[in-house]
């Protein structure tokens, strides 16, 4: 450390008897000060990113005075995370670590007596906060996942997969035990990375004493269905009322073409006593999820989107008064979208997280006493910042637990101070690696769209970023197509990674991104092809007229959504890029809409089937493969195996079209990962290909 004091003091010797040498030059004494600070740190790399603690807030102790969170750190030896809870003050003061096993912990329950319940290889275990031996409360083959206990502690509802239908053939054919086939006779014949065996995931009751679980009752009775939702449903779609009598289970009650077609989940009740279920949103034809009763056990509310098929419709607070039965919908009047809530610890209050202006914030809706009343309930954002919240885990008598992100700092746990409205950091975990890397600066930009309306975009710096020099540029197109960009931390499209590698970024918040009205965020079904593509160029224009912008290394980058803007810019663009990277992107609407398997999102956003002549457009103008006669530029091609949203042929077909017209190209085929790289060692491999890609073509 000491040597690097001699030489920074050296460097700014030397800075400053320039500056005094050559009065005639302005000298930006910001960026020297830039300089000095960030002198003997290092740029984040891949390998260092992927050496970053992952963390997760696991819960509270009932008083709210401590934090239990997890911590997954990857190990490149072994190519696998290792995940451990630890323990600390909300407050702050030191942390500790609960436990150690290899494996993954996450926490279930924590008692007044200070036990903790979680969960470790699918089993049940539990430990004192204090201290002492853990001791394994279950044993059951199979394990327990999506474990809630009863408020009473007297029944415990979980998930497990079960065997409906014959699809594999092994199951099918006793005697055939070595084969290896799949039958099927309608749809949902695979989904995400995985194809149907027949087993669904379904909710069981049983009931609970000190580890020892009783009969359990399947509660879809071994119906073709799934719940928790499939791929990505969790926990959240169960629920106990508060007195323990009844629970809760998201679920879409359709098989075959009509769910591949539909989004209408339903949230049903399951009685303990009379052991009747009762469909309490039965008419909503949308997604109705994250069921959440409010302390009296009279109110429950719910996350909505009113229309079926339409997956990023707005989403909606549903409260209903189960003993006047009535329903009110909380956000109706409210030009945003919802992505998670909870109650206010007094019950008169809805937290709830939403994108706004390029971020996720928190904001506060205050209970109508009588639901009856119509008038519209005041909501206000309580946060502002260049931050994301990403998620409440509780309110405390202090403030708000929440975790948080920004484009440069991984997830962390804070409190968020109700009064002061300040983000106060509760976990430390990459400080010290932090500490030790050079910062990117991230700042944001407006820009007039080619139709005049205001197009925002963050714009991400290399460190010691100086005005006086060019930089090689990348337009970062956003997948979803519904999705936010906002101040997230990736660890794969990781912007401060990007920018450390010598790069300017720019992330436009083109239209169909929530956060700037539901209109904003609608105008992008079925005109994938138009306005926002031109939010793209609109946005890489305006950034290219800064003197610091190298004109002729300008590249353009994206996945899923983004992967098929990348394919559509290389026959739009009209010379403006030098280099494009697509990962697994959308190349042929129509072979694309005969292979993937969630059938509600084309039908929705592209406008149906490709035989329907109204939908003509999608599959002309707006196919990327229509533009090809007008590819001339070196394109990367990223292509998982197993995705089955974005198949093998798309990745495919790109990277043979661009070959055969002698276009410089390269396909980086992964046979194991899905849409998303999920292997370590693999994501090296991606980064060092995207990276070298850059290096060869920029």
């Known amino acids: 450390m000491r040597k690097y004091t001699v030489l920074a003091v050296a460097l700014m010797l030397a800075l400053t008897s320039f500056a005094q040498r050559a009065p005639e030059k302005k000298i930006d004494k ?108 279950t044993n059951g083959e199979g394990g327990l996942e999506n474990v809630k206990f009863s408020p009473n502690g007297k029944h415990i509802l979980f998930s497990k997969a079960v065997l409906v239908n014959m699809n594999h053939s092994v199951d099918k054919y006793a005697d055939l035990s070595k084969s290896n086939v799949y039958i099927y006779d309608d749809l949902d014949y695979r989904h995400w990375d995985s194809f149907n065996d027949g087993r669904f995931n379904h909710p069981f009751v049983a009931t609970y004493d000190q580890g020892k679980i009783g009969e359990a009752i399947d509660l879809l009775a071994g119906e073709p269905f799934y719940s928790p939702q499939a791929p990505f449903g969790g926990i959240e779609d169960f629920a106990w009322s508060p007195d323990g009598n009844s629970v809760l289970y998201v679920c879409k009650k359709k098989s075959g073409k009509e769910y591949a077609k539909s989004t209408d989940t339903d949230i049903y009740r399951y009685d303990l006593i009379s052991r009747r279920t009762t469909n309490l949103t039965e008419g909503m034809d949308g997604y109705d999820t994250h069921p959440l009763y409010k302390a009296d056990g009279r109110v429950l509310a719910w996350l909505s989107m009113k229309t079926d098929g339409y997956e990023a419709d707005k989403n909606d607070i549903i409260l209903w008064d189960a003993i006047a039965d009535i329903k009110l919908n909380l956000t109706a009047h409210w030009d945003g979208t919802v992505n998670t809530f909870t109650w206010s610890k007094d019950n008169r209050k809805i937290y709830f997280i939403a994108p706004i202006r390029g971020t996720s914030q928190l904001f506060e809706i205050k209970i109508p006493s009588n639901l009856k009343n119509k008038a519209q309930p005041k909501i206000e954002q309580i946060s502002e910042g260049q931050f994301d919240i990403t998620g409440i885990v509780r309110e405390t008598e ?104 010598g790069y300017i970024v720019i992330a436009p918040n083109r239209r169909g991104m929530p956060g700037w009205g539901v209109k904003w965020n609608e105008d992008i079904s079925k005109d994938w092809g138009g306005q926002s593509i031109r939010d793209y160029l609109s946005a890489i224009d305006d950034l290219a007229k800064e003197s610091y912008i190298d004109r002729d290394r300008i590249g353009a980058v994206g996945a899923s959504y983004g992967g098929y803007s990348v394919f559509m810019l290389a026959g739009v663009h009209e010379g403006r890029f030098r280099s494009f990277i697509s990962h697994c992107g959308l190349f042929d609407m129509t072979s694309w809409y005969g292979t993937t398997e969630e059938l509600f999102f084309a039908n929705h956003d592209l406008g149906g089937p490709y035989w329907n002549k109204e939908n003509e457009k999608t599959y002309t103008e707006f196919n990327p493969i229509n533009h090809v006669a007008k590819w001339d530029t070196p394109i990367l091609i990223f292509q998982g195996g197993k995705d089955y949203r974005v198949p093998i042929g798309q990745g495919l077909e790109a990277f043979q079209a661009a070959r055969l017209k002698d276009i410089k190209s390269r396909l980086v085929y992964l046979p194991e990962e899905n849409h998303w790289v999920l292997s370590g060692h693999n994501a090296q491999v991606w980064h060092r290909e995207f990276f070298g890609w850059l290096k060869e073509t920029l």
Do not use: H
């Open 398 to 501: 202090e403030g708000l637990v929440v975790t948080s992100t920004t484009m440069t700092r991984a997830t962390e746990v804070y409190l968020y101070n109700l009064k002061s409205k300040k983000l106060n950091p509760i976990t430390k975990v990459n400080d010290e690696v932090y500490a030790q890397i050079a910062p990117t600066k991230v700042e944001g930009r407006f820009t007039k769209a080619s139709d005049g309306q205001d197009l925002f975009s963050w714009v991400i710096y290399p460190p010691d970023f100086d005005p006086t020099k060019k930089y090689p540029t990348l337009l970062y197109c956003q997948g979803g197509p519904q999705a936010a960009t906002t101040q997230s931390y990736s660890f794969r499209w990781n912007f401060q990674l990007m920018a450390s590698q």
């Open 30 to 137: 910001s960026l020297i000060t830039n300089r000095m600070q960030n002198f003997g740190k290092e740029v984040m790399g891949p390998e260092r990113l992927w050496e970053l603690g992952r963390v997760s807030a696991e819960g509270l102790t009932p008083d709210g005075r401590q934090l239990i969170y997890g911590v997954s750190k990857y190990s490149f030896d072994e190519n696998k995370s290792e995940k451990n809870l630890f323990v600390v003050p909300v407050k702050g003061g030191d942390f500790f670590q609960f436990t150690a096993g290899d494996g993954g912990e996450s926490v279930l329950q924590v008692k007044d007596n200070g036990e903790v319940i979680y969960s470790y290889k699918n089993q049940l275990w539990l430990k004192n906060i204090k201290g002492g031996e853990a001791k394994q409360l």
